[in-house]
C-alpha cells in the first residue's frame, strides 16, 4: 500500500522524549527487529533490503542493496560506517533523529552490520551536533549494557561495536570518502574512486557507508519485508520521503511524506504556503547542492527520478541556448539530494542568495584539486561583487564558464555542488542578475 | 615546559585506542580533549597530542589546522556560532549576527570577554531558522530582539564546547 501523510517511519518518535531511554524504546517495540534478524541469514537481510528499493537518503539516492552487494564476498574484514555529518545547506533531519530516535539508527546499525558481517563499525558525526553526541553516546552505552551491543548479541554469536567519531567542522567530510579519511586520523580530504569504499575503504577493508536516515529505515525493511517497503514508495523509490522545509514558508519543519507529493503540495499544504502572503520566487529542492526549480516548475514529484528527468523542469545551461552535459548528453535538470527544500519567495534578491552559497563552498573546498579550490574562489568573489551591486558587463557568463570549468573536473563532488546551483540560478533567473549588473553600470 | 593530559582524559583516550587497529584515527578526538584542557591548540598542544599517540608533530598540526573548531589561539568560555547560511540568511540571520556583534563590542571572529562570535556553516536547524549553537545549547528562531537575553543567560551560565569532550 502506498504511504499517505500519516505513514510515519523514520519520525515516528519525533516529540516523544520516552523514545530517547533504552526502556522507553523497548517499550515502543525497540530492538524486537534486531531480534528477527539475527533469526535470518544474512543474504536474505541483503535481499529483502535489494527488494525493498530503498536508496540513500544523503544526497546520490544509490540503491542502498545494490551498494551492499558490492561487498566482495570473501572479505575478511567489513566496516559499516553511518554518515551522521549532515551539513547540506538547508538539511536537518538527521540531527533530528539522532536527537529523538538514537535507539532506532543503533538498532538499523547492528541489523545492517550483521547483514554485511561487519564487526568494527562507526558513526561519523558532525563537530557541531554536541547535543546529540551526547545523546547518541548515552544511547550506545545502554544498549551495550543490555547486549543489543558488545561481543555476544543476544547470544546469537554476532559480534558488533559501535564507536562515535567525532568530526571537528569540515563540510567536506560528508563526502564518503573524505569521511574515511577523517576516521582514520587524517585531514578530511576526498579519495579517488575506484577503488570504492564497498571494496577498499576504512582501514584498507571493505566499507559501507550508509546515511543516517538510510539506516534508519532498515529496521522497518526487516519487520515487514521489503516489498511492503517498496509498496510505500514511487517507482523505483521506495519507503517514504523525509523532507526539511526551511526559508520563506509559514510552517518551516522536518516532514516525513510519501514519495508522490509534489513540491506544490509540500509547500502549500505541509508547510502551510509561502509567508506574508508573498509568492514562490525560487526552491532549491535537496540542499544548496542542487539547481533550483522556478514556480513553474512545482507540479513534479519530490522523488529521486522525477526531480532527475520530468520534462518539465528546464535543463540547465551553460550559456544560454547550450545545455550543460553531464558526461554521454545526459541534461541536468535537478536531484532531490539530501531532501533539504529551501524555499525563497517573490522579493528574494537571487544574487545575493546565491553569493551566500558560493561562499559557503569557497569555505568548504578541501583544497585538494585546482579547479575547485581556485574555482570555488572566484565564483565567490563575483558573485560577490554582482551581490553588492558592483557586477561588470559579462560577469554572468563569467560566473557560468568558471562553473562549467569545475564540474566534472574534481575528484569529490564537491566541484559539482558549487557548479551546479550556480549554472541552474543562472538559467533560471537571468534576468535578476542582469538588473543587477545594470544597475551598477547605471 | 611541556603540557600534560589530566588522568581522566588520558583514560579517554586508551579506551579509544582500543576501538581502532591503530592510534592515528584518535587525533581528532584528542585534539579535542587537548582544546578542552587547555584552552586552545598551541604548539605545546599539538606536541602532546603528538607525544601522547606517536604520530609526527607535523601530521598533527596538518589535522589541526584543516578543522575549523579547533583553534590555535585562545577563544571565550562561550563560542557563538551564529549560522548565516541560506535558510538562516533568508529569515534575518545577518540581522542576528549584527545585533551579537552590537551586544558584544566585537565582530565575528572577535573574542570579547567570555564570548567568541563564529559566524557559522549550516548548523542543520534549517526548520528553526535563524539558528545559533552555544555548545550543546541550540538558540533556535531567534530575532535580533532575544540577543540580550541569550548573552546574559550565557555569562550567568556558560556552555563550552569542551564539556562534551
Not at chain 1, 551495550?144 to 543476544?154: C, D, E, K, P, V
Not at chain 1, 531532501?339 to 544574487?351: A, H, L, R, S
Not at chain 1, 581556485?374 to 561588470?392: D, N
Not at chain 2, 551579537?100 to 528553526?128: D, M, S, W, Y
Amino acid at each position: 500500500m502506498p504511504a499517505d501523510r500519516n505513514t510515519k517511519l523514520v519520525t515516528a518518535h519525533f516529540g516523544n522524549p520516552d523514545a530517547k531511554t533504552l526502556a522507553g524504546y523497548e517499550r515502543l517495540g525497540g530492538y524486537q527487529r534486531l531480534r528477527k534478524a539475527l533469526g535470518m541469514k544474512p543474504e536474505e537481510i541483503t535481499a529483502e533490503v535489494k527488494a525493498s528499493n530503498l536508496r540513500g537518503r544523503g544526497g546520490a539516492g544509490f540503491a542502498t542493496g545494490m551498494k551492499w552487494s558490492f561487498v566482495p564476498r570473501d572479505a575478511k574484514t567489513v566496516h559499516l560506517v553511518c554518515n551522521a555529518d549532515e551539513s547540506e545547506p538547508g538539511t536537518c533531519k538527521d540531527r533530528e533523529m539522532i536527537f529523538w530516535d538514537p535507539h532506532l539508527l543503533i538498532e538499523g546499525m547492528v541489523i545492517s552490520a550483521y547483514a554485511l558481517r561487519a564487526t568494527h563499525n562507526y558513526i561519523y558525526i558532525r563537530g557541531e551536533m554536541m547535543r546529540e553526541v551526547v545523546v547518541l553516546q548515552k544511547a550506545i552505552d545502554e544498549a551495550y549494557q543490555r547486549g543489543y551491543l558488545g561481543a555476544n548479541i543476544l547470544g546469537s554469536g554476532f559480534e558488533c561495536h559501535l564507536t562515535v567519531h567525532r568530526g571537528a567542522g569540515a563540510y567536506i567530510c560528508g563526502e564518503e570518502t573524505a569521511l574515511l579519511n577523517s576516521l582514520e586520523g587524517e585531514r578530511g580530504q576526498p579519495r579517488l574512486k575506484p577503488p570504492f569504499p564497498a571494496v577498499k575503504g576504512l582501514f584498507g577493508n571493505p566499507t559501507i557507508v550508509n546515511n543516517v536516515e538510510t539506516l534508519m529505515n532498515v529496521p522497518f525493511i526487516v519487520d515487514k519485508g521489503g516489498a511492503w517497503f517498496a509498496e510505500l514508495g514511487v517507482g523505483r523509490s521506495g519507503g517514504t520521503r523525509t523532507v526539511c522545509v526551511s526559508g520563506h514558508v509559514n510552517k518551516p519543519g522536518v516532514y516525513e511524506l510519501p514519495m508522490s507529493i509534489t513540491m506544490r503540495e509540500l509547500i502549500d499544504d505541509v508547510a502551510g504556503g509561502v509567508w506574508k502572503g508573498r509568492k514562490v520566487k525560487a526552491v532549491i529542492p535537496g540542499g544548496t547542492s542542487m539547481p533550483p526549480l522556478d514556480e513553474s516548475e512545482l507540479d513534479v514529484l519530490c522523488e529521486f527520478d522525477a526531480l532527475m528527468t520530468d520534462e518539465r523542469i528546464k535543463p540547465v545551461e551553460v550559456l544560454p541556448g547550450q545545455l550543460f552535459d553531464m558526461g554521454g548528453g545526459r541534461n541536468l535538470r535537478t536531484m532531490a539530494g539530501s531532501g533539504g527544500v529551501v524555499v525563497m519567495d517573490d522579493e528574494t534578491d537571487i544574487p545575493m542568495a546565491v553569493w551566500r552559497i558560493m561562499k559557503f563552498y569557497a569555505h568548504e573546498s578541501c583544497g585538494q584539486c585546482t579547479p575547485c579550490r581556485e574555482g570555488t574562489g572566484w565564483l565567490e568573489k563575483v558573485a560577490r561583487r554582482v551581490a553588492h551591486g558592483e557586477g561588470k558587463p559579462g560577469d554572468i557568463d563569467l560566473m557560468a564558464t568558471i562553473a562549467h570549468g569545475i564540474a566534472g573536473n574534481t575528484i569529490c563532488a564537491l566541484g559539482e555542488a558549487a557548479a551546479w546551483p550556480m549554472m541552474g540560478f543562472i538559467t533560471k533567473f537571468r534576468g535578476d542578475f542582469l538588473a543587477k549588473i545594470k544597475g551598477a553600470a547605471a | 615546559m611541556s603540557l600534560e593530559f589530566t588522568a581522566e582524559a588520558t583514560k579517554k583516550i586508551q579506551a579509544l585506542c582500543e576501538r581502532y587497529p591503530t592510534k592515528k584515527p584518535v587525533v581528532m578526538a584528542a585534539l579535542h580533549l587537548a582544546q578542552k584542557e587547555h584552552g586552545h591548540l598551541g604548539d605545546d598542544a599539538l606536541q602532546l597530542v603528538a607525544r601522547t599517540l606517536e604520530l609526527p608533530l607535523a601530521h598533527v598540526y596538518g589535522v589541526a589546522t584543516f578543522y575549523t573548531m579547533y583553534r590555535r589561539e585562545p577563544a571565550g568560555q562561550n563560542i557563538l556560532r551564529v549560522c548565516t547560511n541560506i535558510s538562516c540568511m533568508l529569515r534575518g540571520a545577518y540581522d542576528v549576527l549584527e545585533a551579537f556583534e552590537q551586544r558584544l563590542g566585537v565582530k565575528k571572529g572577535g573574542t570579547a570577554g567570555k564570548f567568541t562570535i563564529v559566524e557559522e556553516e549550516c548548523i542543520a536547524a534549517c526548520a528553526n531558522a535563524p539558528a545559533v549553537i552555544c555548545g550543546t545549547q541550540y538558540y533556535l528562531d531567534v530575532t535580533p530582539d532575544q540577543v540580550g537575553r541569550i548573552v546574559d543567560e550565557l555569562r550567568a551560565e556558560p556552555h563550552p564546547e569542551g564539556e562534551v569532550v
